[in-house]
């Protein structure tokens, strides 16, 4: 099957580091697909990459049939892909009704529409559905910055579905969620995938986690690709162990 995400040999230094060398993954249309690694080994930075937050010195990078790597961030969200960040982007004094709605296709991200409420009413009924599937629908008129950390992720998590995604980019996604709410959390990402049919692909630290969710998981480490295969494979690799692996 032709991947929907296709990297192929993209590079990135900043200044004298580089934080990526010559990665190629893969990613197929319909499925989560795991991306694991100790700190700093290039993660977040490949996220960058392929969501057009910046230019890559070397590479190429397709989506959905479009050749991406020049495209920047508003072009690669119309195309359907959207990244969410480890530390959440929301507007604090604004409900999380509001933060839905400035986060639909029809606003393309302009605060002040939301202000003078010239929003369709079918958005604001995903908003309420989605806050709904997310476990947010009581706190819809509170301010999301009254929200807890892991109500603000699920809230970010939310508003990325918004504009109706063919594939999101989870930077780890159950940090800083209270333990107790994962398993829920989790059945949300599957359920976004199976029912939704939005293709993932997921920065995981919680191992429990990522080896339930992914199909396949690629490991880097020091900016290369260290390893690729299943769950299963990943988790007996003698280089994932010694580099990652072993440290958790
Ligand atoms: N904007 C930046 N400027 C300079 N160095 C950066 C920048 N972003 C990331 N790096 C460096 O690139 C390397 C990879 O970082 P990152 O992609 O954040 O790793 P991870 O997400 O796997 O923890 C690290 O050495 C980090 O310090
Ligand atoms: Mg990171």
Redesign the pocket.
């Known amino acids: 099957m032709t991947p929907i995400l296709e990297v192929a040999g993209v590079r990135?230094t900043?200044?004298g580091?580089v934080?990526?060398n010559d990665i190629s993954i893969q990613v197929p249309p319909g499925k989560i697909v795991g991306l694991i690694?100790?700190?700093?080994?290039?993660?977040?930075?490949?996220?960058?990459s392929i969501v057009g937050y910046?230019p890559v010195d070397a590479g190429s990078i397709r989506f959905d049939g479009n050749e991406i790597t020049q495209l920047r961030v508003p072009e690669i969200a119309r195309l359907g892909m959207l990244r969410t960040f480890?530390q959440t982007r929301i507007y604090g004094l604004m409900t999380c009704v509001q933060n839905m709605q400035i986060s639909a296709r029809t606003t393309q991200g302009a605060p002040w529409q939301v202000m003078f409420n010239r929003i369709p009413p079918e958005d604001t009924e995903r908003a309420e559905a989605l806050l709904e599937f997310v476990g947010l629908y009581a706190k819809r008129h509170l301010r999301a910055g009254d929200l807890s950390f892991g109500q603000q992720k699920l809230l970010e998590f939310a508003m990325a579905l918004m504009s109706e995604p063919k594939m999101l980019l989870l930077?780890e996604p159950t940090a800083g969620i209270n333990p107790t709410l994962i398993n829920g959390l989790m059945d949300r990402l599957q359920r976004v995938n199976a029912d939704l049919g939005v293709t993932l692909l997921v920065?995981e630290h919680n191992m429990r986690v990522i080896m339930n969710l992914a199909e396949y998981i690629y490991c880097?480490a020091h900016?290369e690709l260290l390893a690729f295969g299943k769950p299963d494979e990943i988790r007996n690799d003698q280089r994932v162990i010694d580099a990652y692996l072993g440290a958790h």
């Open positions: 990135k900043f200044g580091v934080a990526n690694g100790p700190n700093g080994s290039g993660k977040t930075t490949l996220f960058n910046h480890q930077d920065i880097l900016g």
